[in-house]
């Protein structure tokens, strides 16, 4: 049977583009599709916007750390309306490279929604229909909102790069990092923010010791924390959103925020005409190569609900291709994944957590926790967190967990070490770098406790 494409990819986010691209380059005839902007939530409405943010609103504490330091500086009020017309015009940039890079790899785009008819036949939305040899589902997820009364009220991550004006007090709803980083940004932008989260202490599912003390430093630093606490009732007020919290606290906001989870992007993608499963949160089942239970249908990133990061779904992508197009079977390699959480101060974590070692084997435990000399000099209260958690039996470090300015890009450097299975001998074995927070990594000679 002829087909009209070799592959057709259903979304232009990271990961649709790179196996887009990688595989045109194997001599694939190859097309896309992208009902909204190119880019997907990375680079339109997730971690490019985001982290702009975070840039942004770290300047008013570096304006009072200059001050301490010598420096004659005066900070004026924060220019909503000037970064945001800038931000946008970044988010167009980077689209149109996107493009540039699908187009310079003669994939054909089309702007449109697609839809499966079958197993081999998309549908698009702007009219007319395209056959592929393989299918590959790269839509993402969305954010939700949660079954109550008035939801509808409330903004979620993707719109909050779209305010009309910065709101004077905001609510924020959940503990997961996209709440915390956004109680951390719109905290240090100068908006007055409250955080509702139903459990006991935010970031659930990272190590307990560096979720303590984020949190520590998140309230110190002005946000308006409250665990245990759920929203309860909202409505409209003509001077804003008013919020009842299951601590019985009534209050109005200028805004309330959704951070309360995302699921995968599947509905009405006709996947009920292929045998594609799909999991309990909405998620497209897969297996080790990406494979669903279609054999011509594949389906990588956060539509698939495995690890949702944006380059795990660019490696989930790469190794399609090699497995598809290459003809070498690569399975995804989700083991030992970095990964940063940009609240203030960052959060750079690696393996496992003090809590899943303890319970999988004895452990010992590396730890430290120290003023930075930047802030020191100046009196600043905030304190670094270094651990390192190590096998008894191996000596391997199963865990690295950083709580520092700029602990993403330490994190990205242990990861090679721990990736390649660096033993806590090996890191005592590395000379330190001197002055820098990072050298405290190669340099806890003792254990703090065990486990």
């Known amino acids: 049977m002829s087909f009209d494409v070799d592959l057709f990819v259903i979304g232009g986010g990271s990961g649709g583009v790179r196996a887009a691209r990688v595989a045109a380059a194997t001599g694939a005839k ?13 680079v339109i409405r997730g971690c490019v916007p985001k982290k702009l943010m975070v840039y942004a609103s770290s300047y008013r504490e570096i304006f009072h750390d200059a001050s301490d330091y010598g420096w004659e500086v005066s900070a004026g009020g924060f220019d909503w309306h000037k ?9 167009d940039r980077l689209e149109g490279i996107y493009r540039s890079l699908l187009s310079n790899s003669d994939v054909t785009i089309h702007d449109a929604r ?38 509808d009220l409330g903004i979620t991550s993707n719109e909050i790069f779209l305010l009309e004006d910065l709101p004077k007090s905001i609510l924020i709803i959940g503990g997961g990092y996209i ?14 923010v409250t955080q509702f989260y139903r459990g006991a202490q935010i970031l659930r599912g990272f190590d307990d010791e560096a979720r303590g003390h984020i949190a520590d430093h998140m309230v110190r630093n002005g946000v308006k924390l409250h665990v245990g606490t759920n929203l309860l009732e909202m409505r409209k007020q003509d001077d804003g959103i008013w919020v009842k919290g299951t601590d019985g606290s009534e209050r109005i906001y200028g805004e309330v925020m959704f ?35 279609q054999p011509s249908i594949y389906a990588i990133g956060d539509v698939t609900n495995r690890v949702n990061l ?38 750079g974590t690696i393996g496992l957590t003090e809590e899943e070692a303890r319970d999988q084997e004895p452990v010992d435990i590396y730890c430290t ?17 270094m651990k390192l958690i190590v096998s008894q039996e191996t000596d391997k470090v199963l865990g690295c967990h950083i709580v520092a300015d700029h602990a993403g890009e330490m994190i990205q450097l242990a990861g090679v070490a721990i990736k390649m299975g660096a033993t806590k001998a090996q890191f005592d074995q590395v000379c330190a770098v001197h002055p820098t927070m990072a050298e405290e990594l190669v340099t806890m000679k003792t254990p703090m406790r065990s486990a």
């Open 30 to 42: 190859v097309a896309l599709a992208e009902e909204f902007r190119m880019g997907g939530t990375c």
């Open 83 to 91: 970064f945001r017309n800038r931000l946008h015009g970044e988010l």
């Open 114 to 151: 697609a839809t499966l008819k079958d197993p081999h036949t998309v549908r698009l939305s702007t009219g007319g229909e395209i056959t592929a040899k393989h299918i590959l589902i790269a839509t993402g997820g969305h954010p939700v909102k949660p079954d109550l009364e008035n939801a």
């Open 179 to 192: 709440a915390c980083e956004f109680a951390c940004i719109l905290n240090g932008l100068g908006v007055e």
């Open 259 to 293: 951070a309360t989870g995302r699921d995968p992007n599947t509905s009405d993608l006709g996947l009920e005409n292929t045998d594609v499963k799909i999991g309990r949160r909405g998620q497209i089942e897969v297996d080790k190569f990406s494979q669903t239970a």
């Open 310 to 347: 944006t380059p795990v779904a660019i490696r989930e992508g790469m190794a399609f291709v090699e497995t598809v197009f290459n003809g070498t079977p690569t399975p995804v390699d989700h083991d030992l994944i970095p990964s940063a959480v940009f609240t203030q101060p960052e959060y």
């Open 369 to 385: 926790s120290f003023k930075p000399m930047q802030r020191a000099f100046i009196g600043r209260d905030e304190r670094v967190l």
